[in-house]
């Protein structure tokens, strides 16, 4: 199947500091990605979804000044996690769908583990 | 799209075969049936896809009758590597996913 990468693999940064995480499709074009969030034994919640060349669209109760995603080409989307605090600690996953076949199937990345201090 | 439903939690021993019921009563025309497979501290990985009858690829096999409302996921002889939460998503192109709280499978000697 396709593959998404993302980096960094896992990050802890102090309050207050900024963090990006990077989404890259490797072998396929991506106009749309998302993002997703997972906290401890729970399952995924998307936050938002990443459109290049437009803005992100965000969920319900997703601050998008605090979480910036920015659709930089074809095959990368970053998110940006502003001043992070402690409850911002989470598993952050983002997928992307290769439309070069039939059905649009969606590949995961590997997530990124945000520990905030 | 709304979520499917699924069982919380499943136990199996090596070298059995497993089967995981998803029920998706309200499933649109466009709508693929899509399982996924997590590890801990892993981003999902696609298991496979179907939209009607049988699919069958190198890891499992996926049964989904006519009326579409439901599906079965076939792993055939199972590992402890298997044990992981299984997730039946409803997919259709380009539109972000719903996941629901998945099946936990706990694979055993």
């Known amino acids: 199947g396709a593959v998404v990468s993302q980096h960094p693999s896992w990050v802890i940064c102090k309050s207050g500091t900024s963090v990006k995480i990077e989404c890259r499709s490797l072998d396929f074009q991506a106009t ?3 993002w997703y969030r997972q906290f401890p034994k729970q ?5 938002a979804t990443s459109n290049e060349g437009s803005k ?8 998008k000044d ?4 920015n659709h930089a080409s074809l095959t990368l989307s ?10 911002d600690s989470s598993f952050y996953i983002c997928s992307a769908p290769d439309t070069s076949g039939e059905t649009d199937t969606q590949y995961f990345g590997p997530g990124t583990r945000l520990t905030v201090l | 799209l709304a979520k499917t439903t699924q069982p919380i939690s499943m136990d199996s021993y090596e070298g059995q ?8 009563n309200n499933i649109a025309t466009n709508d693929y049936i899509t399982w996924y497979q997590q590890f801990p501290s892993q981003g999902p990985r696609f298991i496979i896809q179907g939209y009607k009858t049988k699919v069958t690829n190198e890891v499992a096999s996926l049964f989904i009758p006519a009326d579409r409302k439901s ?3 076939s792993l055939p002889r199972v590992s402890l590597s298997d044990t992981a939460v299984y997730y039946c998503l409803r997919s259709t192109g380009r539109r972000a996913l719903t996941f629901g709280s998945g099946t936990r499978l706990q694979v055993q000697p």
């Not at chain 1, 605090?66 to 995603?69: A, D, R, T």
């Not at chain 2, 075969?17 to 998706?24: M, W």
């Open chain 1, 32 to 34: 749309t990605m998302f």
């Open chain 1, 43 to 47: 399952s995924l919640m998307l936050m």
């Open chain 1, 56 to 63: 992100a669209t965000y969920e319900q109760g997703v601050e």
């Open chain 1, 66 to 69: 605090k979480f910036l995603i």
């Open chain 1, 78 to 87: 970053t998110l940006t996690v502003t001043s992070a605090h402690p409850e």
């Open chain 2, 17 to 24: 075969e497993v089967n995981i019921t998803c029920s998706h």
């Open chain 2, 71 to 73: 599906s079965t996921l």
